[in-house]
């Protein structure tokens, strides 16, 4: 009953601001709450993790209270029970609705996925009436801030549905279907989520603010009701005291990496410290995370290759990161005689991890044209480690295979476990099962190895399953805008090499394309460039050759 109140009473009665802090406080206080009451850890971690399900904390919560914590605090044991406990775990949102005993005939799960039907149904339709008529039979008036924020989220991700989108809910405020409250409420929510929203939709605050002025313009919305977004661009000066401040925090970020092999933490932390994916900042990172692993053994080697690999940084920024260690090569000498041949590796294992493209190694090659310069010897020994037999197989084995994404995987286990489950599914497997095979895989930064793997597939069989199983995978968000751009990007960039394989695969990869942008997946500006740059957002991809990595 305590969840539910509270949820019910966020944003109406309590300000967000204010319910954030009082989770806060009450984990600052676990240390004397357990000599009263002696399993308030497990306690306190289920209701932030009915928070979080609830949507009335923001996933982020848990990073941003864990920073300031001291390390023997129990308030440190609440969190990480709640992540690792309950959030990670399969099925969790179902698992912490009824944990309590909650009602088994309709969950807050239940509600938002009835809703996200009714908003996919009306996309599609325009029958502003029906919508209507079934936001009323929801009979949930407490709980439309939920249309709402879910409206306005499938506005942001696709593009040629915002008018319609809003439409109803301009509609829905003019018949008092929905009052101006829950309106607020349900914008108020998606801006203290924008931080997370910005990881998959890279704009996400320009969207934001611009559907913010078109519903204030048509007087549905009191932008004043609502805090202020800050914007900023996605590429500024970043000043020396936030330059030594995030060089301190990466280091200790990386550190703790090889302690625990744990990305997602990695991902949640830089997603704190820099939440505006700064080019400067990730390039800072790129250089730290090598520098420090080459000082260590090849377990953390393998350890800061598998990480690069996976949190898929633009790639202007790991080149710059590269053009950095190479720059300073010569006072890591020092310290690391072995600098030359380990720099060499890392370059030649980021590009059979499709972190770079060949064209970017020679562009790294470009700044240090000195024959016996060390920038020239690194790029040098990276090309002939790239070119001997076997080089992929030998370059991925180089350290061991000693890192770790999760679960123990390396990304290639990872890469295979996608292949064979779409394998599975060609041959007839079930729609629901590949999805859950997918979101069991507990990678969602990763996803578009799924989207790249299915359109080659696609390519290459002419059979259409394929497709359902994306649109199901987008439809269920399961496979975001984001990753859906970043896995067209993969396979635009190395078409020139799958035509080889399959002559007309340009031909039917533009018409994927296009296909792509009418069902909302891709925006409508997108385009992949010749340098293998999606022209829309910049994502960044790689021409590793498509065969070795099916």
Known sequence: MASILLSSLYGDVIDPQQLYKGFQKLVESADDLIVDIPNAVDILALFIARAVVDDILPPSFLTKTMAYLSKDSKGVDVIKRAEKGYLSAPLHAETIERCWGGSKNKTVEDLKAKINDLLVEYVVSGDVTEASRCIKNLNVPHFHHEIVKRAVLMAMEKKQAESRLLELLKRSSEEGLINSSQISKGFSRII????????????????????????????????????????????????????????????SIIREYFLSGDISEVSCCLEFENSFSVAELNAIFVKKLITLAMDRKNREKEMASVLLSSLCFPSDDVVSGFIMLIESAEDTALDIPVVVEDLAMFLARAEVDEVLTPQELEEIGSH???????????????????????????????????GSCKNGWTIEDVKDKIGKLLEE??????????????????????????????????????????????????????????????????????????????????????????????????????????????????????????????
């Open 192 to 251: 203290d989520s924008v931080d997370d929203l910005s990881l998959d939709i890279p704009n996400a605050k320009v969207l934001l603010q611009s559907l913010i002025s078109k519903a204030a313009s048509e007087g549905w919305l009191c932008a004043s009701s609502l805090k202020s977004l800050s914007l900023h661009p996605g590429k500024k000066a970043v000043e020396d005291n936030t330059l030594k401040a995030f060089k301190k925090k990466a280091e």
């Open 368 to 402: 240090f044209p000195g024959v016996d310069s060390i920038g020239n010897k690194v790029t040098q020994m990276a090309i002939s480690l790239l070119k001997a037999r076997l080089s992929g197989e030998r370059i991925l084995r180089c350290w061991g295979g000693g």
């Open 425 to 550: 599914f060609e041959a007839g497997g079930g729609t629901r099962e590949a999805c859950r095979c997918i979101k069991e895989l507990s990678m969602p930064f990763f996803h578009h190895e799924v989207v790249k793997k299915a359109l080659v597939v696609l390519m290459e069989n002419k059979n259409n399953r394929m497709w359902c199983l994306l649109r199901q995978c987008f439809d269920m968000q399961l496979i975001t805008m984001n990753q859906m751009s970043k896995g067209f990007v993969r396979v635009g960039e190395c078409i020139d090499d799958l035509a080889l394989d399959v002559p007309d695969a340009k031909k039917q990869f533009d018409k994927f394309v296009e296909r792509a942008k009418v069902e909302g997946w891709l925006d409508s500006s997108f385009g992949v460039t010749g340098s293998g740059q999606d022209s829309s957002s910049g994502v960044n991809g790689s021409d590793q050759d498509l065969s070795n990595g099916r």
